[in-house]
């Protein structure tokens, strides 16, 4: 029981720790394109931030394949 008890806690613990580490790329490329659409105001601009945006809403959603796609797309469009 003793045994059954530690290996469930150790396990907890890992998903918990896990977690975070799953959260893909997605904050990372959403600020990317905060920082460089901060600067610019053509219509490429715009529509990275409306990317962004989606992407932010994405993740939110933990739907961080598409979240991560849609801010990649965005960086694309400012040409990076």
Known sequence: MRRFVFTTVIGLAAVL???PAL???CPKLIKKIDDETSIRFDPAAA???AKAAEA???HAKGKH???EQAAK???KLLGM
């Open 17 to 19: 720790v896990a977690g």
């Open 23 to 25: 959260a893909f790329q």
């Open 47 to 49: 529509d990275a931030r």
């Open 56 to 58: 932010a809403e994405l």
């Open 65 to 67: 394949p598409e979240a």
């Open 73 to 75: 797309d965005g960086l």
